[in-house]
């Protein structure tokens, strides 16, 4: 199903940070890198990438908090409910990563791939067929 409309919404659980964005997206995929998961205390997170001048705040200027993760990246929470929602990186330039699971509506895609997936956890079954990227900075073994 496509969305209805060009511009998406979206929020935290308590309805104290809201968001807009508009179409098109650049890419969906599910993140399996460990920073994802202790952020979210989840197996892995689905992240939609937009351009960042796509994205417009609507509500929760003072709430919207934002969590440095590393040098080069940060996530943005609700600091009311705690819902995990945006992230960004300067490894992705003006890009911002927002929760698939916190929009209003389906964008009517699923998952394109299976990010960092050599941080997976191992109670988990992805037997999808979606294509799976290992972390680029990691040194293969022989």
């Given at each position: 199903?496509?969305?209805?409309?060009?511009?998406?919404?979206?929020?935290?659980?308590?309805?104290?940070?809201?968001?807009?964005?508009?179409?098109?997206?650049?890419?969906?995929?599910?993140?399996?890198?460990?920073?994802?998961?202790?952020?979210?205390?989840?197996?892995?997170?689905?992240?939609?990438?937009?351009?960042?001048?796509?994205?417009?705040?609507?509500?929760?200027?003072?709430?919207?908090?934002?969590?440095?993760?590393s040098k080069?990246?940060?996530?943005?929470?609700?600091?009311?409910?705690?819902?995990?929602?945006?992230?960004?990186?300067?490894?992705?330039?003006?890009?911002?990563?927002?929760?698939?699971?916190?929009?209003?509506?389906?964008?009517?895609?699923?998952?394109?791939?299976?990010?960092?997936?050599?941080?997976?956890?191992?109670?988990?079954?992805?037997?999808?067929?979606?294509k799976r990227?290992?972390?680029?900075?990691?040194?293969?073994?022989?």
């Amino acid at each position: 199903m496509k969305p209805e409309s060009n511009s998406i919404s979206g929020g935290c659980l308590c309805g104290e940070v809201k968001f807009t964005f508009t179409l098109p997206i650049k890419w969906c995929a599910n993140c399996h890198c460990t920073r994802c998961q202790r952020s979210h205390g989840a197996g892995f997170v689905t992240w939609v990438g937009i351009n960042e001048n796509q994205f417009s705040l609507e509500k929760g200027n003072g709430v919207l908090t934002w969590a440095s993760s590393s040098k080069k990246s940060k996530y943005g929470f609700c600091s009311k409910c705690g819902s995990s929602i945006l992230f960004k990186s300067t490894n992705w330039g003006a890009e911002i990563h927002i929760t698939l699971a916190n929009l209003h509506s389906s964008l009517g895609i699923k998952p394109q791939t299976h990010a960092y997936f050599d941080t997976h956890v191992d109670w988990l079954n992805f037997d999808d067929g979606l294509k799976r990227i290992d972390d680029p900075n990691k040194k293969v073994k022989n």
